[in-house]
């Protein structure tokens, strides 16, 4: 019979340092926005002060300015005036009329603005990417794959445009058939994660806008530049197809707004992504009022190694599965299960791969690790670090933390 360790490998490389967002104002010459390093913060359209309401225009929101920092030195990158309740409901309102417009607009015609916003991004991809890295603390290059995953997603999108099915069924009746149409839902409530603040938003928009649908979005509170810079890109396509652009609104807020999604009637489809226990009270305020929803929530994946696995492969996709972004994906490798005939062999090896692995700015290239997000990341680790611990395990390799700032 086969015998599977169940010993995990607490093996996780040292943390960085990182900060949230706070509400503290710093003088406009404290941003990093405005040092010649970041000057390239520009080209995606964003300031020192950014409104982080659009509802067809930009607005200041009536909630807390809230200034991102840059988890990799911990400094001020810009300010956002963020959304409160009391702007939710103008949003609201101009996304639902916005998407009258839109509904209407043949499917073919929906997929050619949606790949009109792809190319758009094409051309930011570089820059996009880099502002991820500064303020979601993800190494550049896995940045630059987040947008990609949009594009990809716009492309399918697309397709889809000249695809979206619908059968024919036979009828009793003589002279008759049951015609199966697909219509929009009407306004698609997207609530993000910090983590793929880009992609995960994509993936709905595409999709969404292809199908005749508005879209609203609130994004993670620590993310708000990342989602800026997106928005501008969906704003400025839809302002060159002379199109409403409140098709695709914006409100920037916390969790009060995200809750509001959840109760109203009028978002006629939710979309969250983000942590368990929250998609959980979402998911139960959606059903309470028997709306539609969708949830991508957090995992606790395992990888299973039976004894004659292919054992670079192993170390290779564990290596991979564990440090990319820093481990904060939903797709992270959190355990590791071998048959004990390799498990020392494993063990070893993968020590050596970790102790390959570059620590550092997450902006910097070579950099294979950055910093975590934020300081709640890094309490959660120490947490289970120590939970580990008190559990009988061995640290292998890392477990402390780390406080490094770069320049
Ligand atoms: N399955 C998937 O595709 C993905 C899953 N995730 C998961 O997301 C989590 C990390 O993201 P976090 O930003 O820390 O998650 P989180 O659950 O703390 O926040 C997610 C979003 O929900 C909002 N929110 C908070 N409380 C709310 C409430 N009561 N009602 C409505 N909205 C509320 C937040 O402001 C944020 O925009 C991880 O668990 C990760 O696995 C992240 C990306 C993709
Ligand atoms: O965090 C979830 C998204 C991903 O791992 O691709």
Redesign the pocket.
Known sequence: MLKLSKRSVINQVKYVTACQFSTTKKLSSDLLIDQPKYEWLKELGLNADNDGVFDGSWRPGSGPVVTSLCPSNNEPIARIATGALSDYQGVVNNAKEAWKVWADIPAPQRGEIVRQIGHALREKKTLLGNLEALEVGKIAVEGAGEVQEFIDVCDYAVGLSRMIPGMVFPSERPGHALIENWNPVGLVGV??????PIA?YGWNTAIALTCGNSVLW????TVNLSTIATQKIMESVLRENDLPPAICSLIC???D???E??DDTRVDLLS????????Q??GV?VQQRFGRKIL????NNAIIVMEDGDLDMVVRSTLFASVGTQG???T?ARRLILHESIYDNVLERLKKAYAQVRVGDALEEGTIYGPLHSKAGVDLYCATVNEAKRMGGKIEVGGNVRRLLYG
């Open positions: 609530i993000t994660a910090f983590n793929f995960v609130k994004p993670a509170p807020g916390g969790a707004v995200g809750s999604m959840a969250f992504t983000g942590s368990t226990a929250v998609g009270k979402v305020a991508e929530l957090g995992g904060q994906r939903c992270t």
